[in-house]
């Protein structure tokens, strides 16, 4: 049995998904943290890690212990929000830090573009071809983008951990490491 996690971090769809692959079972759960709900950037961000926690002790309850976990990598090339964005990823790395163990709660960083090419065989797939391609590879309906995109990371995630995919997942997800000290020297 190996449980998966796929996050997809925004402000306003914070996504997760966590899988079973030996199961096939997955649970999912979507949360927005707009702005004018809290009084400063450090309370949205506070909120954010204590819901993360939360949903992972969820899926625990429900999948068992998770193994492996995928977070989206952030847009190359982004004008505006990367601040914002940059304290969004940390909080979610801190709170996996918190309620994971070694080394699960070092996040696999999966490029939009691998990830796209990972799910449709395009790098450059829209969010309705991301959501039709959830759907043709897995037989998984979402009529959120986001929770699609968390999907296809739990199950890149699997394939990554378990080293069983086709030949063009696997040189999809090549070159993938978990986010950790060893990776990561900045």
């Known amino acids: 049995m190996t449980v998966c996690l796929g996050i997809d971090q925004s402000y306003s769809g914070l996504a997760m998904v966590a899988y079973d692959s030996a199961t096939g079972r ?8 707009p702005a004018d709900r809290y009084a ?4 949205r961000l506070d909120a954010v890690q204590a819901r993360v926690g939360l949903n992972v002790g969820h899926f625990e309850k429900v999948l068992g ?24 990823g940390g909080a ?20 939009p573009t691998k990830l796209k090419k990972y799910c449709t065989g395009r790098g450059t797939a829209s969010k309705a071809e991301m959501l039709l391609g959830v759907y043709k590879k897995w037989g998984v309906t979402y009529s959120d983008d986001n929770l699609a995109d968390a999907h296809s990371l739990a199950r890149a995630a699997g394939t990554w951990f378990t080293k069983t995919g086709t030949e063009a997942e696997m040189e999809s997800l090549k070159d993938l490491k978990r986010f950790t000290k060893d990776t990561h020297n900045a």
């Open 92 to 111: 979610i790395k801190l709170a996996l830090l918190d309620v994971l163990k070694q080394p699960a709660c070092y996040p696999l960083i999966i490029a």
């Open 65 to 88: 212990p998770i193994d492996v976990v995928a977070m989206e990598g952030y847009a190359a090339g982004a004008k505006f929000g990367r601040e914002l964005a940059g304290e969004l």
């Open 40 to 43: 400063t950037q450090s309370d």
């Open 26 to 33: 997955h649970t999912d759960h979507l949360d927005a943290f």
